[in-house]
């Protein structure tokens, strides 16, 4: 199977973005992936839950458009649809969303398709599936950025996946600039973050410093 340009970009990612309006200090979701991308991040997540159908794809198409003259990756969270419509690179998935092998029918082969797995069990299902590109670890620590989140994982099912699980993975959920170091050693090369990046007001200095933080852990 030949890898996919865009697994390949996130094979090698080190910072993994999410958009959060509501924590982005009165910036726009447009504004923090400009920042994001001017900060060297090369996959970005969109993660809207409360918006219009119609804002949300205005803000995607806008997005789509920076994202590919930057040559970064862009994942839709959730909406299948709204992935499909603006040509994003990937859609992410949670275990009450679609299956895996449904949304893969739905977006054909080229579109990346991650999911969120929290237990070893989910994570040897995504291993065990030809649709999963790559899954989601995590919550590693407790987060309030998402409303429906599940109970902290911790490390060890972090160093699980890092020991028995061949997909690439993301780990996610409480990543601070005081903990990234510890995600790190336990075998995570690319760390998802939502307040500490969105919610600071220099985006770039604060990518600089986690990414300083994970090089000396």
């Not at 990937?90 to 990346?112: A, F, I, N």
């Not at 069990?121 to 995504?126: L, T």
């Not at 899954?135 to 109970?151: E, F, L, Q, R």
Request: aromatic share 4%.
């Amino acid at each position: 199977m030949t890898v996919k340009r865009d697994l390949a970009q996130l094979l090698q990612a080190d910072i993994y973005g999410i958009t959060a309006e509501e924590l982005s200090l009165g910036r726009s979701n447009v504004e923090i992936v400009k920042q994001m991308i001017a900060a060297g991040i090369t996959v970005i997540q969109y993660r809207e839950k409360d918006k219009k159908a119609r804002e949300k794809y205005h803000e995607c198409m806008k997005i789509r458009e920076l994202t590919a003259q930057a040559g970064v990756t862009f994942i839709v969270n959730d909406d299948i649809d709204l992935a499909m419509i603006v040509g994003a690179d990937g859609v992410h998935v949670g275990q009450e969303d679609l299956p895996p092998e449904k949304v893969r029918e739905l977006v054909g082969s080229e579109m990346l398709i991650g999911l969120s797995t929290h237990s070893p069990e989910q994570a040897m299902e995504a291993q065990k599936s030809k649709a999963v590109d790559y899954i989601g670890v995590g919550p590693i620590y407790p987060t309030g950025t998402k409303k429906d989140v599940c109970a902290p994982v911790g490390l060890e099912y972090l160093e699980y996946v890092a020991n028995k699980i061949d997909l690439p993975f993301v780990a996610i959920g409480g990543i601070k600039e005081h903990n990234i170091g510890e995600v790190a050693r336990k075998g995570a090369r690319c760390m998802a973050l939502v307040s500490e990046i969105v919610g600071n007001s220099d985006i770039q200095a604060k990518v600089a410093a986690l990414r300083k933080a994970m090089k000396e852990s």
